[in-house]
């Protein structure tokens, strides 16, 4: 079990996150067939290092994470899905009849949905509704969240990786469960890097021109309004991103703090690893990106962070499914020897 370490934004200010161990990827890389696995062989010393021990080892309890909630930017016309379908996807998950419960099975992952921000509670375990705001304000003309709420759903997401930790797990997966979700998304990648609405603006769950042209309206208006904080974390939450993007925000740097490797999925959680790596400087190196989607954010935050994913799957369907994909290549990685 690794150590808590405290992740209140009350603590020191975005204190570094200690790098994995160096002398074990060494020790690992030394022992492998020089170069005949290919990125496999970099991947079984990345685990080395994160595990503090060379060989690495298969990992033995794989935990996926996905955090729900509502957008009220989905009702503007953003996505090819109706709103109110994020709670019947969390149900599925729930009920075991979601896609993404058979990626997991097929990975040999325990899945939990938590509800950070759903318009109406959804049916399941008291333990994760972590709602901290019942759908939230529409990003292209309000905030999204007050700061309490972004901070309670960053303390969430710390919260919900260190019960994962905790509870053993030693490879953690990590997504969203949102319709209209790339939205925010987009807009968070925009502030947080300097760039144009149109570089960032993707086609989400499929959209047509006439809805792509209301997405870049929504993003463009929402990054005027994000001028005010800058690039800090929490103000972009607040103001333009959402209780899921800031409990993945939370959770990915704790698990850092943690010593915990996580696989990225899609844009989603890129994003929020770009910011979670402000926030907790460092936070990068305990990660590795599962396989690339459709989204231009997407491929900016991994740019930014220098990690290049596992997979080119061009996936859109978020829920974890494109990281859980990639589990297995971490577990063949770990066979390799010299």
């Known amino acids: 079990m690794h150590p808590v370490v405290d992740g209140s934004t009350a ?23 020089g170069g005949s696995y290919g990125r496999l062989e970099e991947l079984a010393a990345w685990l080395a290092a994160c595990q503090g021990r060379a060989p690495a080892r298969e990992p033995r309890r794989v935990r996926a994470v996905l955090f729900a909630a509502d957008h009220a930017i989905a009702a503007a016309g953003v996505s090819a899905h109706e709103p109110g379908e994020t709670a019947a996807r969390v149900t599925a998950v729930r009920d075991g009849s979601a896609p993404t419960c058979r990626f997991a099975e097929a990975a040999g992952a325990g899945l939990r949905v938590v509800d950070v921000g759903l318009a109406a509670p959804a049916v399941g375990d008291a333990r994760d509704d972590r709602a901290v705001v019942r759908g939230g304000g529409r990003l292209d003309v309000e905030d999204v969240l007050t700061d309490d709420q972004a901070a309670a759903a960053l303390r969430a997401g710390r919260e919900v990786a260190d019960e994962e930790v905790d509870e053993g797990a030693d490879l953690l997966v990590v997504g969203e469960l949102a319709v209209g ?14 760039r144009e609405p149109v570089a960032v603006v993707g086609r989400g769950s499929g959209i047509d021109d006439r809805r792509w042209m209301v997405k870049a309206a929504a993003v463009r208006d929402a990054l005027w309004r994000t001028r005010a904080v800058g690039r800090d974390p929490q103000g972009l939450l607040r103001v333009a991103g959402g209780a899921d993007l800031a409990a993945l925000t ?22 929020a690893a770009l910011l979670a790596d402000t926030e907790a400087p460092g936070a990068r190196a305990w990660w590795v990106a ?6 231009p954010a997407q491929a900016l935050a991994l740019d930014v962070l220098a990690l290049e994913p596992l997979l080119d799957l061009q996936m859109r369907a978020g829920q974890a499914t494109g990281a859980l994909a990639a589990v297995g290549l971490l577990r063949a990685a770990t066979a390799i020897t010299a």
Request: hydrophobic share 40%; charged share 20%.
């Open 11 to 33: 603590g020191a200010a975005r204190a570094g996150v200690a790098p994995p161990d160096e002398t074990a990827r060494r020790e690992a890389a030394a022992d492998q067939p």
């Open 290 to 295: 599962g396989t690339r989607c459709t989204e």
């Open 250 to 271: 939370g959770f990915l740097a704790q698990a850092a703090r943690r010593r915990t490797p996580v696989v990225l999925d899609g844009a989603a959680t890129s994003v």
């Open 181 to 194: 979700v790339s939205t925010p998304t987009a807009v968070l990648a925009a502030a947080s890097t300097g």
